[in-house]
């Protein structure tokens, strides 16, 4: 199982990103997938959770409004639209994969991670 994250940078705040996660060597559609992020000195924190089809979705209340999830499984993508940027969203963000169609918050329930990407957003 591989994930790969992409999309991260640099941006002033205001401006938007879009991150994405490819996926292979699993069957993405049976998985749930999430974006965490994680800022220095900080715990790993949840940001974001889509469904299995890709018909339910979930965001921490930090993001909500501003984030948008989504998932393509015929490419075995997903997605992370970051809009209205603020530089407490300054952290490097991982794609994360849980068999459990109940994962939700909690880091422990998700088996496969990405490596990561940064995003840094300027004041």
């Known amino acids: 199982v591989q994930l790969q994250a992409s999309g991260g940078g640099l941006v002033q705040a205001g401006g938007s990103l879009r991150l994405s996660c490819a996926a292979s060597?699993?069957?993405?559609?049976?998985?749930?997938m999430a974006w965490f992020r994680q800022a220095p000195g900080k715990e790993r924190e949840f940001v974001a959770r889509i469904s299995m089809s890709g018909g339910s979705t979930s965001y921490a209340d930090s993001v909500k409004g501003r984030f948008t999830i989504s998932r393509d499984n015929a490419k075995n993508t997903v997605f992370l639209q970051m809009d209205s940027l603020k530089p407490e969203d300054t952290a490097v963000y991982y794609c994360a994969a849980s068999p459990r169609i109940l994962a939700d918050v909690v880091p422990q329930l998700y088996d496969y991670w990405g490596q990561g990407t940064q995003v840094t957003v300027s004041s």
């Open positions: 060597d699993f069957f993405f559609s049976r998985y749930v």
